[in-house]
């Protein structure tokens, strides 16, 4: 089965700080996504890459970078994490039409 | 600008009764759509999946129908069963490989 990690299960930062999100997948897959999922808003889709290095806006870039430098890793960053940033953050891997996701990150902004 | 909607937020139904999700796209050019289930604290997880060329796709208990016409898809749960009860999102995309639009989810209950 293919396995999707992330690295935190629940954050709690502080307004300003810089946060990292890790991902890894162990199954070579190309494509790898995060969302944030916040009630009555469903999954959001932030940033995505088909490959290393590559990455995509999503719906909801703002505040918001990426880096992909090994295919296995994909990475969310908060520049500058504000407590609108207060969500779940979910990461999902895709061989091709479904995804696997994380368990996910609940990341509290203070 | 959603273009997978969920437009019911919650549904209770019975143990042992049907459970009808449904869910609603404008993309005329989605041609893959999936369903996922959530528990709190947990990442999704894949319940079952239909492509454009069928109309419906069986797994178990659970049955998904696509009407390709009204751009309208559901998701039937028979007989429902307590540990069903999670949000269901319903999610679509044009070809494979490609980013997957969510809907916002339905939060069933299945009640004893």
């Known amino acids: 089965d293919v396995k999707v990690t992330q690295s935190s299960r629940y954050l709690v930062k502080r307004t300003g700080e810089k946060v990292f999100l890790e991902c890894v997948q162990d199954?070579?897959?190309?494509?790898m996504f995060w969302y944030r999922q916040d009630p009555g808003l469903g999954l959001r889709l932030i940033y995505f890459?088909?490959?290393?290095?590559?990455?995509e806006k999503g719906d909801i870039p703002e505040g918001y970078s990426v880096s992909r430098e090994k295919k296995e890793r994909f990475s969310l960053i908060l520049e500058s994490a504000s407590t609108n940033q207060t969500s779940m953050y979910l990461c999902?891997?895709?061989?091709?039409?479904?995804?696997?996701f994380g368990s996910g990150t609940r990341l509290t902004v203070v | 600008d959603q273009q997978v909607k969920q437009n019911s937020p919650s549904l209770s139904v019975q143990e042992g009764r049907i459970s009808i999700l449904n869910c609603d796209y404008t993309?005329?050019?989605?041609?893959?759509f999936l369903w996922y289930k959530k528990y709190p604290a947990e990442g999704p997880t894949f319940l079952i999946s239909?492509?454009?060329?069928?109309d419906k796709n069986e797994d178990g208990r659970f049955t998904v129908f696509l009407n390709k016409s009204a751009k309208h898809l559901s998701l039937h749960i028979v007989p429902s069963q307590p540990g069903d009860s999670a949000v269901y999102f319903c999610?679509?995309?044009?070809?494979?490989?490609?980013?997957?639009?969510f809907g916002k989810g339905t939060s069933l209950l299945v009640t004893p």
């Open positions: 239909i492509s454009s060329i069928k």
């Open positions: 199954m070579d897959h190309e494509n």
């Open positions: 999902a891997s895709r061989p091709g039409a479904g995804y696997t």
């Open positions: 999610a679509a995309s044009a070809r494979a490989g490609y980013a997957l639009n």
């Open positions: 890459s088909y490959d290393v290095k590559m990455k």
């Open positions: 993309n005329s050019m989605f041609d893959y």
